[in-house]
């Protein structure tokens, strides 16, 4: 029973929370096909993409927030809005009294604590270093001073507080700690009336009507999703990534089948809203800018975004796996949080794949992270803090893995690691082998977590390492060991 909802008044927020809660995995599972990921890629030609691509590619972690309306009930961003048939909401109630409701939680939507500062301290001591923040996602409710809309953090009970222009303050913020800036933007906007045309039914998750038939609507649509970049590219400081979600807002000539076959409902005419002009606009002002305009392969799919997925095999162009520290994206109360050893495992193996890590975690309503959440990005970053050398800065090379030994290699190619998440049960072996990146003769095979130089031979073109008596006593627990050395030249 989702959003049971009485005829006269919205459903109390602490009420919605529990019922997702228990309710949330059914979303999860149906929800898994939205973004998925492709071979296809077109590297870019502008040298100052190009150069941006390569310092992102260095970065290999970072944080992606989602917050907006949602996290006022702790329920799944957006998505309950939409009709398509996967949603399970109460069916005491209707879609019309929802949708009035969830619209009405802009009332309630106060994030007193807001805390930018703790969210960017807390990504930097994960070992985070970039960041991507949702500035509006389809429910089109925007975390930013917009002039486009009234529908908008600055607008309600926030806008007297100094800093209610968030995303401004949250920009500022990770800037301060260094991070390259990313923002999400979802091109839907399922509260614009020129997105969903209130004169009609909103069954799925696109515009609601025949763009051919009403150029002029789609027309103001565009101008508004164009003004609104522009806002963004314009008086947020410095900008790295525009990250655009919704890759359903497509031309309809790129709807391959490929794209057919993730099974969503694609209409007859074209959802264009035209990105060479966007992506020119928001480069003049922000030169270099990373486009990432999600499946829609081509110029301005700068890399590619799968989402809680790795892809099988290693990629040679620029990729990130999108996956989220629990099972929502934004703030759902009593989510359980992935382990730590889990998380690093997701890390290493991406980074081995050619890609990097982008981790989800959705602030609380008051506007502060949750402390759990705090505490596991906290011992993340304590293992990059040693280890980080294997990570940033690293490419893939050919023998990316053996079993569950993954490896990287420095950008000039000289240097190896050797990267082993710890087992399920706690237990390291006593050594482990790999063939293929054999090291040169002498060098030195080093726990990056200690420093400490372990022995290591050759035979039969096999390498076997002994592992540190300190690993198999557990004098020292490690969520996964790294291992630095020379390669053969
Ligand atoms: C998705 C969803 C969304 C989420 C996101 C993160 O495709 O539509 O709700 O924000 O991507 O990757």
């Keep these: 029973m989702l959003f049971q909802i009485t005829s006269s008044a919205r459903l109390p927020a602490l009420r919605a929370a529990f019922l997702f809660t228990l309710l949330f995995p059914m979303f999860v599972v149906a929800q898994g096909d939205v973004h998925p990921q492709s071979r296809e890629y077109e590297w870019p030609s502008d040298p100052q993409v190009k150069d941006k691509l390569e ?74 270093r970039y960041v991507v923040f949702t500035t509006k996602h389809h429910d089109g409710f925007c975390m930013f001073d917009t002039k486009q809309t009234d529908f908008k953090i600055t607008n309600g009970p926030f806008a007297a507080n100094p800093r209610a222009n968030i ?23 399922w509260h614009s009336e020129n997105y969903w ?98 499946t829609v392969h081509g110029p301005y799919e700068n890399y590619q975004t799968p989402e809680q997925t790795i892809p099988k095999e290693q990629l040679d162009h620029p990729w990130e796996s999108c996956i989220t520290l629990g099972n929502a994206w934004g703030y759902v109360p009593n989510d359980q949080l992935k382990p730590t050893a889990t998380v690093i495992a997701k890390l290493i193996e991406v980074v081995a794949k050619g890609g990097s890590l ?17 505490k596991k990005l906290e011992e993340i970053g304590a293992w990059l803090s040693k280890n980080g050398k294997a990570i940033y800065n690293t490419r893939g090379t050919a023998n990316y893995h053996e079993g569950n030994t993954w490896f990287t290699q420095s950008k000039d190619g000289k240097t190896l690691f050797a990267l082993l998440p710890v087992a399920a049960d706690g237990a390291w072996p006593a050594s482990i082998t790999w063939s293929g ?12 977590e200690t420093g400490e130089k372990l022995r290591w031979s050759v035979k039969d073109n096999k390498v076997m390492v002994q592992l540190p008596k300190s690993l198999l006593t557990k004098r020292i627990t490690v969520p996964a060991l790294a291992l630095e050395f020379e390669r053969v030249p």
């Excluded at 054999?438 to 080093?446: D, E, F, L, Q, W």
């Design 55 to 128: 310092q992102w590619r260095d970065q290999k972690f970072g944080m992606i927030i989602h917050y907006g309306l949602y996290a006022v009930p702790g329920m799944i961003e957006s998505w309950a809005l939409c009709s398509e048939d996967w949603i399970t909401r109460d069916s005491t109630s209707d879609y019309g009294e929802f949708k009035k409701w969830y619209w009405g939680l802009k009332k309630d939507f106060n994030p007193a604590n807001f805390n930018p500062e703790q969210w960017a301290a807390t990504a930097k001591q994960a070992g985070m």
């Design 167 to 189: 995303a401004k303050y949250v920009f500022d913020a990770f800037r301060q700690q260094g991070f390259m800036i990313g923002a999400y933007f979802s091109k839907p906007d």
């Design 197 to 294: 045309w209130p004169m009609y039914a909103t069954p799925d998750r696109n515009n609601n009507y025949d763009i051919r038939k009403f150029p002029w609507r789609w027309d103001a649509f565009k101008k508004y999703t164009y003004n609104q970049i522009q806002e963004l590219m314009t008086g947020y400081g410095k900008m790295d990534i525009l990250w655009l979600d919704g890759g359903w807002v497509r031309p309809l000539e790129t709807v391959t089948d490929e794209v057919r076959s993730w099974g969503a409902a694609i209409p007859a005419w074209s959802q264009d809203i035209d990105m060479p002009s966007i992506a020119a606009m928001a480069r003049k002002n922000q030169p270099g800018l990373l486009i990432v305009d999600r």
């Design 358 to 374: 982008l981790l989800g975690v959705g602030p609380k309503p008051d506007g502060t992270l949750q402390e759990e959440e705090v």
């Design 437 to 448: 990146n054999i090291p040169a003769k002498g060098t030195a095979m080093k726990w990056l």
